[in-house]
């Protein structure tokens, strides 16, 4: 089975291929399914020493993404995060931030 490895040593990111980036929520919600299933949750942090790393599936929150479950889940999550106060290196597969005159593509 080629998903199949230590999750401990290893962590993914969701991108916008894997859970359909921009469908509409119906559509999209069995792709998560899907990668959750195989992958794990696309909203995860781990501990290294005293740094967070942490996961947000900002492909569920930025626009074109739809409102629903899987948008609120993931605001919840960073909800959660906020309130907490420590070091932490965020990763996610859509940058947070682009000038406005860069594209998105090649």
């Not at 992958?39 to 074109?64: C, D, K, L, S």
């Amino acid at each position: 089975d080629v998903f199949r490895w230590p999750r401990e040593r290893m962590r993914l990111l969701a991108g916008n291929h894997d859970v359909g980036y921009g469908l509409a929520a119906g559509a999209k919600a069995a792709l998560v399914s899907r990668h959750e299933a195989e992958f794990g949750e696309m909203n995860f942090e781990w501990a290294v020493g005293p740094v967070a790393w942490t996961a947000v599936a900002v492909t569920e929150i930025a626009p074109p993404a739809p409102p629903g479950p899987l948008a609120d889940a993931t605001w919840r999550f960073v909800r959660r995060l906020a309130a907490q106060h420590r070091p932490r290196v965020l990763l996610s597969h859509i940058p947070l931030a682009r000038p406005p005159e860069r594209s998105c593509g090649p």
